[in-house]
């Protein structure tokens, strides 16, 4: 199943108030490639996401910082472990979101931003 038909299955099933079945970690990134793709679609560019950069560019420039964009992916992936704990059950889009964070920090990181 590709990450459309695994994603488009997710949001079916929580539509329907059902839990989703997606529990493998491959199964998951795939879902969080998919999500990836097509928030890029809408709020970005072919590319994929690229607002971090332009997010901690605006930040630095009203605190004075000099955050950098893998730390603001950083920011955003312990945002999502510290809601993920204050809930009881797990909410599978903010750990597919997780996971997508942690692919765009390491990408960020590596490239030395």
């Known amino acids: 199943m590709g990450p459309a038909a ?3 299955d997710t949001v ?6 059902e839990p989703p079945t997606v529990t493998r970690a491959q199964d998951i990134l795939t879902a969080a ?3 990836m793709q097509a928030r890029a ?7 994929g996401e690229r607002s971090m950069g ?3 560019t605006a930040f630095n420039a009203i605190t004075g910082r000099a ?3 893998s730390e603001g992916w950083l920011m955003m992936a312990l945002l999502k472990m510290v809601r993920s704990q204050q809930r009881d059950e797990p909410h599978r889009d903010s750990l597919e979101d997780l996971v997508a964070y942690g692919a765009l920090f390491a990408e960020a990181r590596i490239a030395g931003r």
């Open 6 to 8: 695994i994603v488009a």
């Open 12 to 17: 079916e099933q929580w539509l329907n108030g």
């Open 33 to 35: 490639g998919g999500h």
């Open 41 to 47: 679609a809408t709020y970005d560019s072919q590319d």
């Open 54 to 56: 332009d997010t901690v």
């Open 67 to 69: 955050l950098t964009e």
